[in-house]
C-alpha cells in the first residue's frame, strides 16, 4: 500500500505562483512514476506532470514552460512549481503514484488539493 499526502494549493492572481508538494508512505519501493493530474469543474481528469523513479520528466503542452516537478534525494517527495499561473488551471490536483514495481492496484491518489486562479 501506497500513501500520498499532498499540500500547497490555495488562491492565486493569474500570474502568480503556488508550489505543490507530495510525500508517498508506505511501500514506496513500488513506485516508478509520480506527478500529478488535474481536474477542472466539467472536464475530465488529465495529466499534467510526471517524473520518473530515473529521473525523467513529462509535461503536458499546456503547462511547458511554466510547470517545474523536481524530487526531493529520498525520492519519497515530490514538488510541483507552477509560475505564471492562468485561470485555466483552476483545477483540483491530485498527485499520482504508479507502483509498476509490484502487484496489486494500478495507482495511488492523493486526497486532491484546490488551486484557484482569478483574473
Known amino acids: 500500500q501506497v500513501q500520498l499526502v499532498e499540500s500547497g494549493g490555495g488562491l492565486v492572481q493569474a500570474g502568480g505562483s503556488l508550489r505543490l508538494s507530495c510525500t508517498a508512505s508506505?511501500?514506496?519501493?513500488?513506485?516508478?512514476?509520480m506527478g500529478w493530474y488535474r481536474q477542472a469543474p466539467g472536464k475530465e481528469r488529465e495529466v499534467v506532470v510526471g517524473?520518473?523513479?530515473?529521473?525523467?520528466?513529462y509535461y503536458a503542452d499546456s503547462v511547458k514552460g511554466r510547470f517545474t516537478i523536481s524530487r526531493d534525494n529520498d525520492k519519497n517527495t515530490v514538488h510541483l512549481q507552477m509560475n505564471s499561473l492562468k485561470p485555466e488551471d483552476t483545477a483540483v490536483y491530485y498527485c499520482?503514484?504508479?507502483?509498476?514495481?509490484?502487484?496489486?492496484?494500478?495507482?495511488?491518489w492523493g486526497q486532491g488539493t484546490q488551486v484557484t486562479v482569478s483574473s
Open positions: 508506505g511501500d514506496t519501493h513500488c513506485i516508478s512514476v
Open positions: 517524473i520518473t523513479d530515473g529521473g525523467s520528466t
Open positions: 499520482n503514484a504508479l507502483p509498476q514495481y509490484c502487484s496489486g492496484p494500478s495507482g495511488y
